[in-house]
């Protein structure tokens, strides 16, 4: 008799849930401010892109994101279909999991707050740094992960 060990069970339920969970993303004024600067800066047109990229910066960043109370009173909604695009699926998994190791809960309330944090923190980034083209971003970024390689060796 063979014995099988699980390690990583992959939650299957996501797309059964995610879509209720998430089904709409509403920006903040100032988050809206800071990506139309991006979005003129980079030349990258569209909101998800930039979102995207903002979400995925937060997430390396090891600690959570202070608790704060973010105003999503912008005219700035899309669908997590949208933000996600083809990958939708793998943006909920990444923030489930990420939950999940910082020790939070994975109910609806915390999922949306935690997902609102880490966009609005990742624009934050983002924003503080002067690109004055997209050429300037990817360097930034390619800078980023080799500083995170590095302090990992």
């Not at 809960?105 to 690109?131: C, M, P, V, W």
Request: glycine share 4%; charged share 25%.
């Amino acid at each position: 008799m063979k014995t099988r060990v699980v390690l990583y069970q992959v939650d299957t339920s996501f797309k059964r849930n995610y879509v209720m969970s998430l089904k709409n993303i509403r920006l903040s004024q100032e988050a809206k401010d800071q990506l139309i600067k991006l979005k003129r800066t980079t030349k990258i047109g569209n909101w998800n892109t930039l979102c995207r990229w903002a979400f995925c910066l937060s997430m390396k960043e090891p600690s959570v994101p202070p608790d704060i109370n973010i105003v999503t009173n912008s005219n700035v909604e899309m669908s997590w279909e949208t933000f996600g695009g083809q990958h939708a699926e793998v943006y909920w998994m990444m923030l489930k999991k990420r939950c999940h190791d910082d020790g939070l809960e994975l109910d609806h309330q915390t999922l949306y707050q935690q997902f609102k944090l880490h966009l609005h923190r990742g624009i934050g980034y983002l924003a503080a740094e002067s690109f004055t083209n997209i050429f300037e971003m990817l360097k930034w970024a390619q800078d980023q992960s080799s500083d995170r390689s590095t302090s990992n060796a």
